[in-house]
């Protein structure tokens, strides 16, 4: 090995190129053997084996489909619904695809000839991997979408219980990187919990778009045996089936979707990331992180670097750059199926794995920060209150643009003379605008700032409350 050998899908699954006589799905009209490079880079075993579970149970329910149109007998049926059985068990137990093996519909289809004989040879009738693989795929997606909504509530309930905690603390809020407002840091970090509800929302859609059954369409015609496919459609967990043979084969919208999914959640992952990066930096000094997510560097000795918010940082690029691979692929695409769709797969499962990676590593990094809350409450500096200064005068029967005006001067002044709002005279305060009164320097409160804000969506404590009971009833237990 030179390190500078292709990888191949073939290659990437450990499988050497394929001897003559092999078992393959195709082959009757050629006259000479494949070629070993063509058998390299057509294979997608090394990416597809892991829809297994799915090739076997829509063969199974194929099989007994075609039994009650009476395609097949009842007794082959049931010797290829057992032979599948065991199949899954030799699979799960670790077989493992050979040579032969173009991808995994050979190879379910190979184990279940060695499994039952001649009747595995009557399983394809009316089907193809066409209708098959798109079948499988979704049926994989659908499961996909549960087990990344759970990761995604397992993140949220990280944020819901650092929100609790934090409901009597305040912290700067932040517009354009600049000290804007005082707020409950409770309502920051909600700040992120909520995007996540909406990539929960959009996951549960992709679920429903994953679950029109193509299987029944054949290789673009539809089948030519009298299946039931209402029936087929129930047992295979689907909420309708495919109205058009042609369009089924080939759509892959609801893996566009699911990586469109991933890539939002994955741009929001990146805000979530940043933003505590900033907060850890000895700079802000709002948060510290722990010891079982964080790294530390082989030559400076001091380093605690948080990698895994890092990494999701970064990671809203691959997710990216996987959903535009996909869309490239589709685009100009003519209809039917074609074999670049192959390629939908590698987009698909790259990218959720990825995400399984980087959701858990996000939620452990925030899960064991301390929050240093005087360091968050020292940087609520006064001029931060100016607005609640406007609003003041406002109360008063000041127009707000006036008000904001006259604060506008004070801030100035203070700017000039270098000091804080609250350490500026009251006469500093008059001579703005003469209804400026003693009290003030009340308005100068971040507490009060923060109480005042009790309308819905608000910083107020009140609100916030009920924001908490919001996000809390989002994750039924
Ligand atoms: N491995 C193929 C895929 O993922 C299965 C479908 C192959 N169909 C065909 N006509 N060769 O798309």
């Not at 595995?120 to 990344?148: F, I």
């Not at 869309?327 to 390629?343: R, V």
Request: proline share 4%.
């Amino acid at each position: 090995m030179t390190g500078l050998e292709p990888v191949s899908d073939a290659l990437a699954a450990g499988v050497a190129p394929a001897a003559a006589g092999s078992h393959r799905l195709w082959g009757g009209r050629f006259g000479a053997q494949t070629a070993a490079a063509l058998e390299a880079v057509n294979k997608s075993i090394g990416t597809d084996f892991r829809l297994w579970p799915h090739d076997v149970e829509l063969s199974q329910a194929w099989a007994m489909s075609l039994a009650a149109a009476g395609v097949l007998s009842q007794d082959d049926a049931r010797k290829i619904v057992a032979g599948l059985d065991a199949v899954a068990a030799k699979i799960a137990a670790g077989a493992q695809p050979d040579a032969s093996d173009e991808d995994v519909h050979t190879m379910v289809d190979r184990l279940l000839h060695d499994e039952v004989g001649e009747p595995a040879s009557r399983l394809h009738t009316g089907r193809s991997r066409n209708d098959q693989v798109a079948t499988g795929t979704r049926m994989w997606v659908m499961k996909a979408c549960t087990t990344l909504d759970q990761s995604i509530r397992d993140l949220q309930e990280v944020l819901l219980e650092q929100a609790e905690a934090l409901q009597g603390d305040i912290m700067p809020a932040y517009t354009h990187m600049q000290r804007a407002q005082p707020v409950l840091a409770a309502h920051w970090v909600l700040a992120h919990f909520w995007p996540l509800d909406r990539d929960r929302q959009r996951l549960a859609q992709v679920a429903r778009s994953a679950a029109s059954l193509p299987l029944g369409s054949g290789a673009i015609a539809g089948c030519a045996f009298p299946i039931n496919r209402a029936r087929l459609q129930e047992a295979l967990g689907f909420r309708q089936v495919s109205e058009n043979s042609i369009d089924a084969v080939a759509d892959r919208d609801f893996i566009a979707e699911m990586l469109f999914v991933i890539a939002l959640l994955g741009a929001h992952l990146s805000r979530i990331a940043e933003d505590f990066i900033l907060l850890g930096t000895s700079e802000f000094g709002f948060v510290k992180f722990g010891d079982t997510f964080t790294t530390g560097s082989s030559m400076m000795p001091q380093k605690r670097n948080p990698d895994a918010l890092e990494i999701a940082r970064g990671s809203g690029a691959r997710f990216l750059g996987d959903l535009v691979a996909l869309l490239g692929t589709l685009k100009g695409l003519p209809s039917g199926y074609n074999k670049d769709l192959q390629d939908d797969k590698r987009a698909l499962f790259g990218a959720f794995d990825a995400m399984q990676l980087v959701l858990p590593g996000v939620a452990g990094t925030i899960a064991e920060i301390t929050w240093q809350r005087a360091r968050m409450r020292e940087a609520v500096s006064s001029v931060m209150m100016a607005t609640d200064l406007a609003d003041y005068l406002v109360d008063r029967g000041v127009p707000f643009r006036d008000a904001h005006k006259s604060v506008g001067s004070v801030v100035r002044e203070a700017e000039v003379t270098g000091k804080e709002l609250h350490m500026l005279p009251q006469a500093a305060y008059t001579a703005a605008h003469p209804t400026f009164g003693d009290d003030v320097f009340e308005a100068l409160s971040p507490s009060k700032s923060v109480e005042r804000r009790n309308v819905d969506g608000g910083t107020g404590p009140d609100a916030v409350r009920r924001q908490l009971a919001a996000a809390r009833a989002s994750l039924p237990r």
